[in-house]
């Protein structure tokens, strides 16, 4: 069964810091791994969606990279704004066809002005 | 880019009472759409996963004859709450995926339930 860990839970930074978000899987047979940022009461936002043949995606001041033989992606958000507070989720897309997504608990982000 | 439209975004109910939520996949053709709940300050569970034109899975320990699920369209699909209690109050969302989830999975703006 794919387990997803996100650390750390929270992050609190001031702003203009580079900062990486960690999430790991225990099953390096995925489909494709996709960032989310959730705003309290809001639905999720897609940020980078990296399929399984893929090392990396970028998108603005976000860099998403997938390590599937270790069973690792990091999110790298540069010069941090007070806007990029929000709780940032890993899931992960199953290989087996199911399209089931399987979600890490998240990492509630804070910058601080 | 794919947008999926959910509502309402918030609907207070009492006791007792039916809720209907809808989800729309507004520019694409959304082969499968799924449910989640989710509780304060926690992550998403997955309730059920809908196929246009079929019967709905249902995750372990979900009352599929509580939370009734319609995926009558390929652009649409609904979530009866019945006879909702308390207990069922939660923010509710909903995604969208085609092609097997090649380009990702949309989410909806999620509906905040609370029964009273």
């Known amino acids: ?20 978000l960690n999430c790991s899987f225990t099953d390096s047979a995925i489909y494709n791994l996709q960032w989310f940022r959730q ?75 | 880019g794919a947008v999926v439209s959910q509502h309402p975004s918030w609907v207070i109910c009492k006791s007792g009472t039916s809720v209907k939520i809808e989800c729309r996949s507004l520019d694409f053709q959304a082969t499968t759409m799924f449910w989640y709940r989710q509780f304060p300050k926690q992550s998403l569970m997955l309730m059920a996963t809908s196929n246009e034109g079929s019967k709905a899975t249902y995750e372990q320990g979900v009352e599929k004859d509580k939370f009734l699920i319609n ?16 207990e069922d109050s939660s923010f509710y969302i909903c995604s969208a995926s085609r092609q097997g989830g090649l380009y990702g999975y949309t989410f909806g703006s999620g509906t905040r339930l609370t029964v009273v």
């Open chain 1, 1 to 20: 069964k794919q387990e997803v860990t996100q650390i750390p839970a929270a992050l609190s930074v001031p702003e203009g810091e580079n900062l990486v």
């Open chain 1, 39 to 113: 705003d309290p009461g809001k639905g999720l936002t897609s940020l980078l969606l990296i399929q399984s043949s893929q090392r990396e995606q970028t998108s603005g001041r976000l860099n998403a990279s997938l390590d599937k033989s270790s069973g690792r992606s990091t999110l790298y958000i540069a010069a941090s704004q007070p806007g990029d507070s929000a709780t940032y989720l890993c899931a992960v897309g199953d290989q087996g066809g199911s399209e089931k997504l399987v979600f890490g608990k998240g990492t509630k982000l804070t910058v601080n002005p």
């Open chain 2, 71 to 86: 995926h009558a369209s390929l652009t649409l699909s609904t979530l009866t709450v019945t006879s909702a209690h308390p």
